[in-house]
């Protein structure tokens, strides 16, 4: 496949997961506000909180050292799909040994709830474990489907599985409301449940079909997607097994660093329940965009840097056309993130009082709430500069590197937890946006050293993607002064009315904005246009 080929596929691969993202994060933002008129905000805050860390721990220190190694190692020419799927194999037990480490961390060493407030905790804890070791059954078929670019498989499969936990979370939440946590649970589980089916159906009936043979895929039955040995070869590609091990131990530093502020909730009890709710809350509705945009672009082009560039070579030594479009494709995805984070952050800070009034009323509009989200709205600059500098890094990276690149993790998981502690101590929940914007700093900065280093000996300069015109920094300067003082005027205690003019403000700014985009980054509109969005990359083919 041609680094142009490859591109493509790439670039619909993260049209279709903005869209699912887009999707899920709507049913999501409509699924909280909904139930926080059915109950208390100590559930939510046990549920997003301390069972959603248990999930999410479980399955990112289970899963994505071997996602990232795999599909790194499937680029080249020499692989054997039949070592990569015993390979994957081993999430299964290791999945099943964090599940009974965790269960019992979560049950017997941390605080437990009120149960008359948060009923069920116990039960809900193994639920939310075993709901995790159930997805880990699809991560071969994943990692097929990704390296092969079947996008709308992962549309189709989690849209269904997201549909049938939001239907069973408002079921249950509106006639069985008493069964508290078992609610959560049991929507869980059927999440993953309806994953783990979708794919399985799906390579049941494509393996051995004509569509397979055309598109000559390198398995051809459904034992194939077992465990097994192959004639003449080991069980497992043992440089894949060592670059996997190097990308296990930066993973659970990574896990500290994303989910830092949770760990350090959960583990030293700085905020109630209640608050921990409120803060997930706000954490969630700030972090929308960041995750349902810059996410998938992040995972679906990192897929294109590891399959045009050769890990751990130099520019001068890879194909020059490669390196070329590799350059071309971060400077775009740069200036794209950081004029998408720079309009969060401006007009993020002017409405983010509304914003909370509008969703949750009072409950999260009156007290920290309305400075949390300001603040998040800095933050996600930072995340959407980070998401795709790391993405090329980690693409680029030799295992020396990783494994050097290691320690720095372990220096930025340190110092991550205790600013927040220190941090949340002095500011409280604000002190959590505060630390992350720090280590977000530093990450960034390492990996521009990097990019900088990795390309200085070229013609290329991709970096120059974060510098954007002047023109547009003057529309948001101006955006800021007058959302700013919209703000002061006309919200929000002062009736709908002075709301909508305030919002009519705001979407001329933002159209003065748009104006500039389009005026002054011709070549960041022509990537989004030809690259990133379905309508137009059909119309190339």
């Not at 670059?243 to 350090?264: A, M, N, P």
């Not at 720079?342 to 999260?364: E, M, N, P, Q, R």
Request: charged content about 15%; some cysteine.
């Amino acid at each position: 496949m041609s680094s142009q080929d490859v591109l493509k596929s790439a670039s619909t691969l993260a049209s279709y997961n903005v869209l699912l993202q887009v999707t899920f994060r709507v049913l999501t933002f409509l699924l909280n506000a909904f139930t926080l008129r059915f109950v208390s905000k100590e559930l939510i805050g046990v549920v997003n909180v301390r069972l959603t860390l248990l999930y999410s721990t479980l399955v990112f220190l289970a899963r994505e050292a071997f996602r990232r190694a795999c599909l790194s190692g499937v680029s080249g020419t020499n692989h054997s799909w039949r070592q990569v799927i015993n390979l994957l194999w081993l999430t299964l037990p290791l999945g099943v040994l964090w599940a009974a480490l965790l269960a019992c961390v979560w049950l017997w060493l941390l605080e437990v709830p009120d149960p008359q407030t948060v009923p069920f905790y116990g039960p809900a804890v193994v639920l939310f474990a075993l709901s995790g070791v159930q997805e880990l059954l699809a991560e071969p078929l994943w990692v097929l489907a990704q390296a092969h670019m079947f996008v709308r498989l992962k549309v189709v499969g989690e849209s269904l599985a997201m549909i049938a936990k939001c239907s069973v979370t408002v079921v249950l939440v509106v006639f069985c409301r008493e069964w508290g946590l078992y609610i959560f649970s049991a929507a869980h589980l059927v999440y993953t449940g309806f994953l783990v089916l979708c794919y399985a159906v799906y390579f049941i009936r494509f393996l051995g079909s004509k569509e397979a043979a055309e598109k000559s895929f390198p398995l051809r039955r459904v034992g194939d997607l077992l465990p097994g040995r192959a004639d003449g070869e080991p069980l497992i590609d043992w440089t894949l097994a060592r670059l996997t091990w190097s990308f296990f131990k930066q993973s659970f530093l990574k896990q500290i660093l994303t989910e830092g502020e949770r760990y350090v909730m959960t583990f030293f009890n700085v905020l109630s329940f209640g608050d921990q709710g409120v803060y997930d809350i706000v954490n969630n509705l700030g972090s929308m965009v960041a995750r349902f945009i810059f996410l998938p672009i992040e995972e679906s082009f990192y897929i294109f840097f590891a399959k045009v560039l050769e890990r751990g070579r130099d520019v001068r030594s890879q194909k020059q056309d490669d390196v070329a479009i590799a350059a071309e494709v971060l400077e775009c995805l740069l200036k794209l993130v950081l004029v998408i984070g720079l309009i969060i952050t401006v007009f993020g800070y002017a409405y983010a009082h509304l914003a909370l009034d509008i969703y949750g009323g009072s409950l999260l509009s009156s007290g920290a709430g309305p400075t949390l989200l300001k603040c998040y709205s800095g933050y996600v600059l930072l995340l959407a500069v980070n998401g795709i500098t790391e993405c090329f890094v980690f693409a680029a990276m030799s295992q020396e590197d990783v494994d050097k690149y290691n320690f720095v993790m372990l220096a930025l998981s340190v110092s991550f937890l205790f600013l927040s502690y220190i941090l949340t101590w002095w500011a409280g929940a604000v002190g959590f946006i505060l630390a992350n914007c720090l280590n977000m700093g530093l990450r960034i900065l390492h990996s521009l050293l990097y990019i900088q280093h990795y390309f200085q000996s070229s013609q290329w300069k991709p970096l120059r993607g974060l510098l954007p015109s002047p023109l547009l920094l003057l529309a948001l300067a101006v955006s800021a002064v007058v959302t700013a003082l919209s703000e002061g005027v006309f919200c929000c205690d002062s009736g709908w009315l002075l709301r909508l003019v305030h919002i009519g403000v705001g979407a001329a700014c933002l159209l003065g904005v748009l104006v500039a985009v389009l005026l002054t980054e011709t070549r960041l509109v022509q990537f989004v246009r030809t690259q990133l969005l379905p309508r137009y990359a059909k119309k190339r083919t």
